[in-house]
């Protein structure tokens, strides 16, 4: 079988991702790769379009699995146990969640730069960069959730965009150069409707006047990683120095309405 080198070493986070895993973790990725992959790669080869799966084929998925799709990354591991997290430093600030709890951030701050590059307004440069840290917590509802995490300490249009992100993912908006992705065909099924209050939200969305926020962070959302791509928080240190309200006793300690969303990202190995 060909493996795609490039989205083989993507899916696991990047060239520096790799190179902290041993070469059973290597190989345990490559099988499993494989075994992900195989259908598409067969279908390549005899020059039919990739298949994508039906709502209800995803749905028989879920016993196969001994952890929920849901689950935020910090909490299981697809490729065997998980590992010990480095302890957070007193007084934790954004830069220290983005080095020891959403690492690689690859996704976000590959999207953040796509804004900056395009020149976007700071406001959504930020969105941008923080609009699926959340993963690491929760995967459901990520956009509220994100949203949430967020609200104290960034402006309120960055916050908007961030929970309505989720809603708006689901909807073309080709004079804005947004595509429906293939990957939601893949992970949700191609005939996926999104639900009730996802449409209604939706309609609320389409007459706001906030309407682009939230918009052009999907615009700039990006959906095949390139895992060559050189990405750092650097280039945004001014950005999160003028936008992001840094609480003086750290994330998490500051009695604000998400500080126990820090403190569960900052361990969640605790028991209860
Ligand atoms: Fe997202
Ligand atoms: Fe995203």
Same mark, same amino acid.
């Given at each position: 079988m060909e493996i795609d080198r490039r989205a083989f070493i993507a899916s696991l986070g990047g060239p520096a991702a790799v190179a902290l895993m041993d070469s059973e973790a290597k190989a345990d990725a490559l099988e499993h790769w494989m075994e992900e992959h195989l259908d598409e790669q067969v279908a390549a080869a005899q020059g039919q379009p990739e298949k994508f799966p039906t709502v209800a084929e995803i749905e028989a998925q879920i016993e196969t699995r001994d952890f929920r799709r849901g689950a935020g990354s910090l909490f299981t591991s697809n490729r065997g146990n998980v590992k010990k997290l480095e302890k957070m430093p007193k007084n934790p600030t954004i830069q220290d969640f983005f080095r020891l709890r959403f %690492?690689? !951030?690859?996704?976000?701050? @590959?999207?953040?730069?796509?804004?900056?590059?395009?020149?976007?307004?700071?406001?959504?440069?930020?969105?941008?960069?923080?609009?699926?840290?959340?993963?690491?917590?929760?995967?459901?509802?990520?956009?509220?959730?994100?949203?949430?995490?967020?609200?104290?300490?960034?402006?309120?249009?960055? %916050?908007? !965009?961030?929970?309505?992100? @989720?809603?708006?993912?689901?909807?073309?908006?080709?004079?804005?150069?947004y595509e429906y992705p293939d990957q939601y065909y893949r992970i949700f099924g191609h005939d996926y409707q999104p639900p009730q209050y996802i449409a209604d939200t939706y309609k609320m969305l389409k007459n706001h006047k906030w309407y682009m926020e939230p918009r052009l962070v999907t615009v700039n959302d990006l959906y095949a990683f390139d895992p060559n791509a050189k990405v750092s928080i650097d280039p945004f240190q001014d950005i999160i120095g003028r936008h992001f309200k840094q609480p003086k006793e750290g994330l998490g300690y500051d009695n604000s309405p998400s500080a126990h969303m820090w403190r569960t990202l900052a361990r969640p190995d605790n028991p209860l």
């Open positions: %690492a690689p !951030a690859n996704h976000v701050l @590959q999207s953040a730069t796509r804004a900056m590059k395009t020149g976007m307004s700071e406001e959504i440069i930020l969105a941008c960069l923080l609009h699926d840290c959340v993963l690491s917590l929760i995967k459901p509802d990520h956009g509220w959730w994100g949203a949430q995490l967020f609200e104290p300490y960034i402006p309120e249009k960055s %916050a908007f !965009a961030i929970r309505y992100h @989720q809603t708006l993912r689901f909807y073309a908006d080709d004079d804005a150069g």
